[in-house]
């Protein structure tokens, strides 16, 4: 793994001790631990997963035989995670995708093998016909924060989480910001950061945003929530100096509301922060469903001054000319192409073109998912502007972001690509 380019701590990184998990809340609501179901044959690699699994709270159990895993199949449920290995000796992996369709499993599986890269990644495309939940393959050896993340993304409470949760969490202050660095490629400079919205629930720890947004994505409930975002994030921007911008993420449900833009523009006002500085994310998949009103939409919030991005950019099939009709300023090179694709020819074709198309149209581009200094310098020689991502930084808290600016720095020096 090369360097990281920064000796700051990566906050999200800190495995949380279990008693974060503990229930700790007045509400009383305990909610057993998720478990994680380790079907490997390996008794080393067993015991190293289960170690990660117990750093984050939830609790491993062994399945190291085929006995084993038909004594377990019908009580694994939806809140635990299925670690896989591949090649079980006696029987495989493949095998054991086909059991679990038959049982109607719906918990995420991760997919953990040693097997070459287009093995793993076939294994885990006939998982996802099945119609099972099939989580981003983790390589032989792996590193052990990327799968405590994944443990802890994943392995939900038991309760589920209802549309109720979340408005009782908004009311109750219970939704916090981290901010997620940007910098510029060329200079290396910090040029902004993205507000992504965690829970912190008294009871159940931090919960992540793929477990609630979804769930609330098309209720009215998105609009409050955005609102909430928004003021954490113009709050941090006002401590930080003007060259910093931020930006959120904002769902259609909001986008369609005539009022959005000039309550944006009236928190903006309140925190004395510029339009300028704030982006508005949506995503391609989102204003591609219906891409002429979006670029009304688009276009009220550009003439109030605000910067538009087209978040994930690449999965959401834009027409050239739906997109040279978008007034976007900005377009997100998503995630999957960008963090595969040192390993993956077809993502790397995918996020090159992205890079070309939006220079083409003036846009600005922006890198996420960057996760190690290889894929940062080969977008920088694409003429890429802008990165966001793990190797640069994790989502921090907000309050650590002004500190965080101010060493990356003095790290810092200017560098050019040839
Ligand atoms: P997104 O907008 O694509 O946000 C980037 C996600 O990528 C974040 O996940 C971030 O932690 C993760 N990420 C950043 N760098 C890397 C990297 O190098 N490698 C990998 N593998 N991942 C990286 P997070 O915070 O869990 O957010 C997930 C999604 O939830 C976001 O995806 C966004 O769609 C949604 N979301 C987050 N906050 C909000 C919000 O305030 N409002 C709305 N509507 N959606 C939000
Ligand atoms: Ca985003
Ligand atoms: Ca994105």
Known sequence: MPEPLTNV????????SPAAFSPIGARGLSAPPSRVFIIDDDEAIVALVGSIAERVGCAPVPVTSLARL?????????????????????????????????????????VVSGCEQR???????????????????????????????????????????TVA?????????ELTVHMQPIVDIKTRRASGAEALVRWQHPVRGMIYPDKFIPLVERHPLMLPLTLTVAHQAFATAAGLPDSISVAINVPPICLGDAEFPDLLMSIATKHRIS???????????AAMADPTFTAVQVTRLRIKGFEVSLDD????????????????????????????????????AIARMTVHLGR??????????????????LL?????????????????????????????????????FG
Not at 275 to 285: D, G, L, P
């Open 9 to 16: 701590v990566p906050f999200e990184t800190a495995v949380p």
């Open 70 to 110: 038909n004594e377990v199949m019908d009580d694994i449920d939806p809140a635990d995670v299925v670690v896989l290995d591949l090649n079980l000796g006696a029987f495989d992996g493949v095998s054991v995708l086909r059991r679990f369709q038959q049982h109607s499993c719906k918990s995420p599986i991760l």
């Open 119 to 161: 093995v793993r990644a076939s294994a885990v495309q006939f998982g996802r016909q099945l119609g099972l939940d099939m989580l981003s393959p983790i390589a032989k050896p792996f590193d052990p924060a990327a799968m405590a993340d994944t443990f802890r993304r994943h392995a939900s409470a038991r309760a589920a989480i």
């Open 165 to 173: 949760d979340v408005e009782h969490a908004i009311e109750n202050d």
């Open 275 to 285: 339009s300028a500085r704030i982006t508005v994310e949506i995503t391609e998949t």
């Open 313 to 348: 950019f690449g999965t959401g099939y834009a027409s050239l000319t739906e997109l040279h009709r978008m007034p976007v300023s900005v377009i997100k090179v998503d995630r999957s192409f960008v963090s595969r694709l040192l390993r993956d020819e077809e993502a790397k």
């Open 360 to 377: 083409s149209l003036g846009l600005k581009v922006v890198a996420e998912g960057v996760e190690d200094r290889e894929t940062l310098e």
């Open 380 to 416: 920088g020689s694409w003429g890429c502007d802008e990165a966001q991502g793990y190797h640069i930084a994790r989502p921090m808290p907000a309050e650590a972001l002004a500190g965080w600016i101010a060493a990356w720095k003095e790290n810092q020096p200017a560098h050019t």
